[in-house]
């Protein structure tokens, strides 16, 4: 009966190990929304490009980008600063100030090659201009002719 009593207690303890259990509580924060990037734009009709410019303002529009092209079909494309440093490239008919390939300052100082001359102007009143075979400064102050 001794032996019995023991195979029963060793039995019963078997029976009552405790088994290990992982019991854990966390108590935080969300986690940080996913980022969302929002999907590039389409791409551009045929035969044409797509470059990135924005104006928030019709005020902030270069004022030679909305002077209308010349007609036959002509236009003018204007890369403009916003320290209104700009160069324009126009098919408006030329003269000492526009037409052609204008490159101007914000005080007023440009540069303007077209087809009937190159007109270089510091914006005070000072100009050199070189039309066919002459170059004048200050208009006629100093006027020199070549063969």
Known sequence: MKDGCLVAL???MALT????????????????????????PPPPVFGMIWVGGFWGLVAEVPIFATAPPAIPPGQNIVLQTTGQ?????????????????????????????NETGIYISNGQGAMI???????????????????
């Open 85 to 113: 440093n700009s160069l324009i490239l126009s098919d408006g008919p030329p003269t000492p100030i526009t037409g052609g390939i204008v490159l101007k300052g914000a005080s007023g100082a440009m540069i303007v090659v």
């Open 17 to 40: 190990v405790s088994a290990p259990a992982q019991v854990s509580v966390y108590i935080g924060v969300a986690p940080p929304p996913i980022p969302y990037e929002p999907p590039p």
């Open 129 to 147: 201009t070189l039309i066919g075979p002459a170059v004048a400064i200050n208009m006629t102050a100093l006027t020199i002719i070549g063969p």
């Open 10 to 12: 060793f039995l019963g």
